[in-house]
């Protein structure tokens, strides 16, 4: 499992977002400074996230983001698992069906899918307010 930029750079906003909550929408353009992120990947980050309906949105002058639920909602798998196409060590696991005319003699698949298995739950146990307290 390799996390993209696009992965990482979503749990630094999101954490951006918690750490600066004070109720009010925060502009792209505080974040991107905050973060080192340019506006244009913070755009489709934060795209992402919103469509995925992580975030409160507003728009004009006073516009920007905010978190829509508190830090110890979100989950770390739930926030990867919509910006990556997927966090499967290999690439069998991510199918339900077989995936290879060898899968059904394949002494390794099971390997694979335990894996996968437990990095999805690790991933969901712990919360941006888990990293944000160090707490991981």
């Known amino acids: 499992m390799i996390v993209s930029s696009r992965g990482r750079y979503a749990l630094r906003v999101m ?21 080192g992120i340019s506006m244009k990947y913070l755009e489709l980050i934060v795209g992402t996230l919103n469509k995925g309906g992580m975030l409160i949105s507003g728009r004009g002058k006073k516009g920007g983001y905010r978190l829509k639920y508190r830090p110890e909602e979100y989950s770390i798998g739930s926030i990867l698992k919509l910006t990556e196409k997927t966090l499967a060590p290999v690439s069998c696991p991510e199918l339900e069906k077989e995936c290879c005319e060898r899968a059904g003699q394949c002494i390794t698949l099971p390997l694979w899918k335990k894996l996968d298995e437990m990095i999805g739950q690790y991933l969901d146990k712990v919360t941006l307010k888990d990293l944000m307290d160090g707490n991981i």
Do not use: V, Y
Not at 15 to 35: P, T, V, W, Y
């Open 15 to 35: 954490i951006d977002l918690a750490q600066h909550n004070d109720g009010e929408l925060i502009s792209l353009k505080d974040i991107a400074e905050r973060q």
